[in-house]
C-alpha cells in the first residue's frame, strides 16, 4: 500500500487531470487487475463498477451492496501505491445523504475518487448527491474528487441536442462541486471538442469504437479517458472462449494459449505491501 497520506494522494489525483497528455484509466474490478494495471505503468486506477460487480457475483446498476464495494476497495487500496478512484454508480442510496454516507466509506476505505451518474433521473438529483457528499466531506475533513458522470450520450436523453443538454447539467454540476466531468458515449470529434470548451471541469470521455485517437483527443482537450469495463468484458470473453473449449474437448491446449506465466501473475502479488 502507498506510504503517501490520503491527502498526498487525492493531490496528486487532481494534478493528473492538468496534464499535457490525458490521464489513461485502465479500469480494474479487483486487488489483481489493479495490481496488474499498476505495473504496467498506470499512474492511477479505476475501478468499473460493471466488472467489480460482476466479480463479486452481482449485476452492474447499483445492485452491489456497499459493505461488498467498500470491502473491495479496501483489498485493491492494499496493493496499490498509485491513487485508486472507484466507480460509485449512482451512490447505492435513495437519498442524498445516504449516498453521502456511503461516499464516505469509500473514501475511508482509501479512494480518492468518485464517479456518480445521473443515468436517467433528473439533473438536480446528481447535484443533491453532489452537493450533500462534499458537504459531509468538508465535515470530515476528506478530499474526494467527484466526477460527475451525465448518460445523456450513453442513453440517448436528448436526441438532436445531445451537447446542450450535457453542457446544461455540466454548469449545474459544477456548481453543486463536482470536479470533473465523465460524458460516456461521447465519441464525435466535434461533440467532444464542444464538451470541452462549453464547461470548465476537466473532460472525461470513455473508450467506445469510433473514439479519436490518443493525440486527437489532448488537442481536443480532453483530460481523462477512461476504458470502462471494456477490460473486464474482454477477459470475460477469453475465460469464455478457454471454458467452453475445455469442456467441449477436454485439451489442456486451449488453456495455455497466450496465458499470462504463472510466475508472473503470481509474482505481481508477492509482496502486495511493498506496491
Not at 464495494?69 to 483489498?75: E, L, N, R, S
Not at 438532436?160 to 470529434?189: C, I, N
Amino acid at each position: 500500500m502507498s506510504t503517501m497520506s490520503h491527502t498526498q494522494r487525492a493531490a496528486l489525483f487532481r494534478s493528473l487531470h492538468h496534464q499535457t497528455n490525458p490521464l489513461l484509466l485502465a479500469n480494474a474490478w479487483d486487488a489483481g487487475s489493479a495490481r496488474l494495471m499498476q505495473s504496467l505503468g498506470a499512474a492511477a486506477v479505476a475501478t468499473t463498477s460493471a466488472g467489480l460487480a460482476w466479480s463479486l457475483g452481482y449485476a452492474d446498476g447499483d445492485q452491489l451492496p456497499i459493505a461488498l464495494h467498500v470491502a473491495a476497495v479496501q483489498q485493491i487500496v492494499r496493493v496499490l501505491s498509485v491513487p485508486l478512484t472507484v466507480d460509485a454508480e449512482g451512490g447505492y442510496g435513495a437519498s442524498a445523504q445516504q449516498v453521502a454516507d456511503h461516499v464516505l466509506q469509500l473514501a475511508e476505505a482509501g479512494a480518492v475518487g468518485i464517479n456518480l451518474e445521473d443515468g436517467a433521473a433528473p439533473s438536480a438529483l446528481l447535484c443533491a448527491k453532489i452537493e450533500a457528499i462534499k458537504t459531509a466531506a468538508a465535515r470530515a475533513g476528506v478530499d474526494i474528487f467527484i466526477n460527475a458522470r451525465t448518460d445523456v450520450f450513453l442513453r440517448a436523453l436528448a436526441p438532436q441536442r445531445s451537447v446542450e443538454e450535457t453542457l446544461q447539467r455540466a454548469q449545474q454540476y459544477a456548481a453543486a462541486g463536482a470536479d470533473g466531468l465523465f460524458v460516456p458515449g461521447a465519441t464525435a470529434a466535434a461533440d467532444i471538442a464542444a464538451l470541452a470548451t462549453g464547461q470548465a471541469l476537466p473532460l472525461n470521455v470513455m473508450a467506445r469504437p469510433g473514439l479519436p485517437p490518443l493525440q486527437e483527443l489532448a488537442r481536443l482537450g480532453v483530460c481523462r479517458i477512461s476504458a470502462g469495463s471494456a477490460i473486464a468484458q474482454r477477459c470475460w470473453a477469453v475465460a469464455q472462449q478457454a471454458g467452453a473449449g475445455f469442456l467441449a474437448q477436454g485439451s489442456s491446449d486451449v488453456l495455455f494459449a497466450d496465458a499470462m506465466a504463472y510466475g508472473s501473475v503470481n509474482g505481481l502479488l508477492t509482496n502486495p505491501s511493498s506496491a
